[in-house]
């Protein structure tokens, strides 16, 4: 959803939130707002609200619409709507409608589907609209349950996740009930929706954790709050540069990703040992990440500027098109081939897994059916998540 957002942005808690995090973000980003036009958010926030609405529907005991009745309309960003939007929805919305019937939850003030939440245990400036969240007391407790939804490919870590502990912090501020559990005795259930990040776990991830574990961490939300907001707010860079729309303007930023050019010219060792090899290829990993992260800043400039009649030498800027699509609904495309004596149907094929899930089929028995080809092997990053949910860290 398009709106207002907090000088302290909870999507953003990751950047300067977390421990370690880049705390003079939050001034850096009021002077280099966002420019407004990235079709990757338009789509997002489109996505959003069809999830947002099927939720509804399914909170109110309504059957919800087909993916075909929205396949070809247009939202409110301007996004065409089609099938990949809505079944991405749907995976959305289905997972969270199963939890939501399964606890027995369907409104009131323990019920939040896109809904604004203030966070003053973090700063009286904090708050942020989450996705969806539902409490449910039990005799012994409780257990929070809260939702976030990404439609891009990146992937997000449900492991100690600084935006839905953000959002964590505001809904128990408001709400008594959770507040007089012992915070031990209440479960709180992250769970991240990611459709197209084509994870080995699936499309949804949880990480369970108990309040007592996610106080701590809003502590360290109101600590680095507090420093961003004052003059002692540092500047720091890290992976988070990449999403960082003040990156073509920050100094530790363009010194980092400019200074990179330095190490491209030098031979590189052969015989590295094990611990000398783990070293440089992460160094050259950052080099890569901070000088990607620096093009796409001023790649979204040079395009800002031209939309506004302002020319950069050596550069212009072109539309491009993706592949070609039907913008009709399959009934109206197929009538047309009739007319024409042309059968543009496909042969007859089976629907894929994930559909067929969201049709109602049980988990086991798609698993009986299905498989997941392996692809080639590959290296990721190593930040000590896995080690810490091994041996039992909360």
Same mark, same amino acid.
């Given at each position: 959803?398009?709106?207002?957002?907090?000088?302290?942005?909870?999507?953003?808690?990751?950047?300067?939130? +977390?421990?370690? /995090?880049?705390?003079?973000?939050?001034?850096?980003?009021?002077?280099?707002?966002e420019? %407004?036009?990235?079709?990757d958010?338009?789509? /997002?926030?489109?996505?959003?609200?069809?999830?947002?609405?099927?939720?509804?529907?399914?909170?109110?005991?309504?059957?919800?619409? !087909?993916?075909?009745? $929205?396949?070809?309309?247009e939202?409110?960003? %301007?996004?065409?709507?089609?099938e990949?939007?809505?079944?991405?929805?749907?995976? $959305?919305?289905?997972?969270?409608?199963?939890?939501?019937?399964?606890?027995?939850?369907?409104?009131?003030?323990?019920?939040?589907?896109?809904?604004?939440?203030?966070c003053?245990?973090?700063?009286?400036?904090?708050?942020?609209?989450?996705?969806?969240?539902?409490?449910?007391?039990?005799?012994?407790?409780?257990?929070?349950?809260?939702?976030?939804? *990404?439609? /891009?490919?990146?992937?997000?870590?449900?492991?100690?996740?600084?935006?839905?502990?953000?959002? !964590?912090?505001?809904?128990?501020?408001?709400r008594?009930?959770?507040?007089?559990?012992?915070?031990? +005795?209440?479960? @709180?259930?992250?769970?991240?929706?990611?459709?197209?990040?084509?994870? +080995?776990?699936?499309?949804?991830?949880?990480?369970?954790?108990?309040?007592?574990?996610?106080?701590?961490?809003?502590d360290?939300?109101?600590v680095?709050?507090?420093?961003?907001?004052?003059? &002692?707010?540092?500047?720091?860079? /890290?992976?988070?540069?990449?999403?960082?729309?003040?990156?073509?303007?920050?100094?530790?930023?363009?010194?980092?990703?400019?200074?990179?050019?330095?190490?491209? %010219? &030098?031979?590189?060792?052969?015989?590295?040992?094990?611990?000398?090899?783990?070293?440089?290829?992460?160094?050259?990993?950052?080099?890569?990440?901070?000088? &990607?992260?620096?093009?796409?800043?001023f790649?979204?400039? @040079? *395009?800002?500027?031209?939309? *506004? %009649?302002?020319? !950069?030498?050596?550069w212009?800027?072109?539309?491009?098109?993706?592949?070609?699509?039907?913008?009709?609904p399959?009934?109206?495309?197929?009538?047309?081939?009739?007319?024409?004596?042309?059968?543009?149907?496909?042969?007859?094929?089976?629907?894929?897994?994930?559909?067929?899930?969201?049709?109602?089929?049980?988990?086991?028995?798609?698993?009986?059916?299905?498989? &997941?080809?392996?692809t080639?092997?590959?290296?990721?990053?190593?930040?000590?998540?896995?080690? +810490?949910?091994?041996?039992?860290?909360?």
């Amino acid at each position: 959803m398009i709106g207002e957002h907090s000088i302290l942005a909870s999507s953003a808690s990751g950047i300067w939130g +977390k421990p370690n /995090g880049c705390t003079g973000y939050v001034s850096m980003a009021q002077q280099c707002p966002e420019l %407004g036009d990235d079709q990757d958010a338009k789509e /997002g926030s489109a996505t959003h609200d069809i999830g947002s609405e099927l939720i509804d529907y399914a909170a109110r005991g309504v059957n919800s619409t !087909t993916a075909e009745e $929205y396949i070809g309309e247009e939202a409110s960003t %301007g996004v065409i709507y089609n099938e990949e939007r809505i079944d991405a929805a749907k995976i $959305y919305a289905d997972d969270v409608a199963n939890i939501m019937r399964s606890v027995a939850v369907f409104g009131g003030p323990n019920f939040g589907n896109e809904e604004r939440v203030e966070c003053p245990s973090i700063h009286p400036r904090a708050f942020g609209t989450t996705d969806q969240f539902i409490y449910h007391d039990r005799s012994d407790g409780g257990d929070l349950y809260l939702w976030d939804f *990404k439609y /891009g490919h990146e992937f997000v870590e449900v492991f100690e996740n600084w935006q839905l502990t953000n959002y !964590t912090s505001g809904i128990i501020e408001d709400r008594a009930n959770i507040r007089n559990w012992i915070p031990s +005795k209440v479960k @709180v259930h992250f769970r991240i929706v990611q459709p197209r990040a084509f994870h +080995k776990d699936g499309p949804i991830r949880e990480w369970v954790t108990t309040l007592d574990v996610i106080l701590k961490n809003i502590d360290i939300l109101r600590v680095n709050a507090a420093i961003s907001l004052s003059d &002692k707010a540092t500047l720091r860079t /890290g992976s988070h540069c990449k999403h960082c729309q003040a990156r073509i303007a920050c100094p530790p930023a363009l010194e980092a990703g400019l200074g990179m050019f330095e190490c491209t %010219g &030098k031979p590189v060792p052969v015989d590295l040992s094990p611990q000398a090899l783990g070293v440089q290829y992460a160094l050259i990993e950052r080099c890569y990440e901070q000088i &990607k992260s620096l093009r796409t800043g001023f790649n979204e400039q @040079v *395009k800002s500027l031209a939309r *506004k %009649g302002v020319n !950069t030498p050596g550069w212009l800027i072109e539309q491009g098109y993706g592949n070609e699509k039907w913008a009709k609904p399959v009934s109206e495309v197929i009538a047309l081939g009739n007319i024409f004596k042309i059968d543009l149907k496909k042969p007859d094929e089976a629907i894929t897994p994930v559909q067929a899930r969201n049709k109602g089929i049980d988990d086991a028995v798609i698993k009986e059916y299905s498989t &997941k080809p392996k692809t080639s092997i590959k290296v990721v990053r190593d930040d000590g998540t896995k080690l +810490k949910l091994i041996f039992g860290d909360k």
